[in-house]
Each structure stands twice: as structure tokens, then as C-alpha cells.
């Protein structure tokens, strides 16, 4: 199917869809900012105020047995009880709880949750494929602003962030973030260094991702999933065994949804030809089994899938993944 995968209708069309799109009555949504190809910013002010109200999907349990595959080992906020003890010598008196000490007539220490971190993998793709469309927001921009948004919400909650970008073939560029100041600049910044370089093949990076750096992190695969599909899911359903939780964001211009009649060129080779009616209908087809086998073998997995429409406003695209009905 990797035919389809990088062709795309070069026409009057294509150029209006590159365009950065509003709200449904034409004002600006949270996102706009941000969709502009000139914005020195990944996340603009009003997307970082809807990012409060926003939360990292929880880990989930997967189908059958799986070593890594389970949530915090302690539930609960950090800052709450968890049980009171004796105080024993060499104790911080500063966890002693002096209302339940006078009660019972013991020193009695408060025990507060402390919940197993779960740092942020974030799978970036950013291979020729994801340059589509070269004007406006492309691909590659749209996945590098949500990548920036969970990126944010992991170190705002004390999470850890490894960044993999796709290089030559392979998730080969690893940038660590850790919780501190500056975190939105950091972020940016991170998000914002080099491009992809190189075709290849997604299933075989992800394969080639060492087992240390998928076990107890939350996963979340940002991409246009080109490729055979059956070596995909088999990549991810690895990947998200030794994991506790796996987000995949299919990231997908409209365009290559449903791709018109006309003049076709692919992205990585510059090839053009011409397309019929018929064989347009034909690839549309094809399209949607291919976009409906990897949403149902990502879910069958136990892992999170959310269609990502490349021309959808960033801020609507984060309240669908990250907001309480997502």
C-alpha cells in the first residue's frame, strides 16, 4: 500500500487547503496562532491556558500477559494520606502528625503517596511523507505542536521526556527533558531542532527501538502511519507490551484521505503522473481499509488511536486526544 502513501494531487486545491483554517463561523480559534507557518511558537498563550483543563491519557492494563504492563503500583494524589506509623528513630520530624500523636498518645508519622513515575516517549516522525502540504501547516508542524503539548503536561505534572525523532530511517535522535523551569521554552526548543531526514521504513524503526527505552513509559507515536499495515500493528503491539501505555495520533491531510482526480506527485521523489476518476475512487478505497485494519489492530492492543485531521484547529485536535470525553 506504500504506493499511495506519499502520492499527492498537486492543484489550485491543494494550495487552498494549505491555507490555516479558523473556526466553523470564520473567527480564530485557540489554535490559530500556532498554524501559521511564520509563528515563532509551537504552543501560543491561548493553548497553554486550554492545556490546564488537560490531561495525559491514564495507563491502561493491556489484553493477556505482558511484563510492564500495569499502572502505578501506589494510587492517589502525591499530597495525600496514605497511612499513619510508629516513629522510629532517624525520621524526618518534619512527617510527624501531631493531632493523631496527642490522640493515641504515640508519635505517629504521616506516610504520603508517592506514585511510580512514568516518563513521556514521544515517537516523532518527521520523515519527507509528513512535509505534506509544503504550505501552511504541514504534517510534520501538526505532530511537532501536540508532540510540544504532551511534552508540557508530563514535565508540568514531574514526569520525565524522551523525545525520539525520526532520522534516516530510524528514531535514532533522542532528546531528554527533565522537570525545572522554562519548561514551555524548553520544550520549543527541543521541538524546533533539525528536520527528518530520509525515507523509510516505519515498522522497522520502531522494531529497532531497544527495549529500554519503551519499558515504563508512556508511549505516544506521532505519524501518517505509511507503510504495510500487518508489520505496523506487529511493531506496536510490541512496543506496547513492554509498555504501560501506548497513544498512536494518525496524522493525516484530507487531501490523502480522499485524494482527487488530477496531477499527482510524490513527495519523496518529485515522480509525477496523471490520475483518472476512476483510479482516484479506487485509491480512496484502499485508503479507508488501510486507515480501518491499523485502527483496529492498534486498539485490539489496548492502546489509545485518535485520527488526527491535519487542517483541524490544534486547540479542537488537543480537546478531542487530551480532554475528558477524548
Known sequence: MRWFASWSPTSRRERAAARPVGTADGSADASRA?????ATRLLDPATLALLRGLALPPLLRAPGPGPGIHGGARRGREDSLLQHRPYVRGDDRRALDWRASARTGQLLIKERHAPARHPLVLLLDTSPSMEFPGAGVSKALRARQLAAAAAVLALWRGDGVHLHRWEWGAFGHRVDLRPGRAVVARVEAAL???????AGVLADALAALPSAALANGRLVLLSDLYGEPGALITALQRARRMAPGLSVLHILDALERRPPPGLWRDVETGETRTVGVAEAEEAAGRVERWRAELRSG???????FI???????LGATLQAWLGADG
Do not use: C, Y
Open 307 to 313: 485520527d488526527v485531521d491535519r487542517e483541524r484547529p
Open 298 to 304: 492498534v486498539l485490539a492492543s489496548g492502546s489509545q
Open 34 to 38: 500556532t498554524d501559521s507557518p511564520d
Open 192 to 198: 524546533r531542532q533539525g528536520k527528518g531526514e530520509g
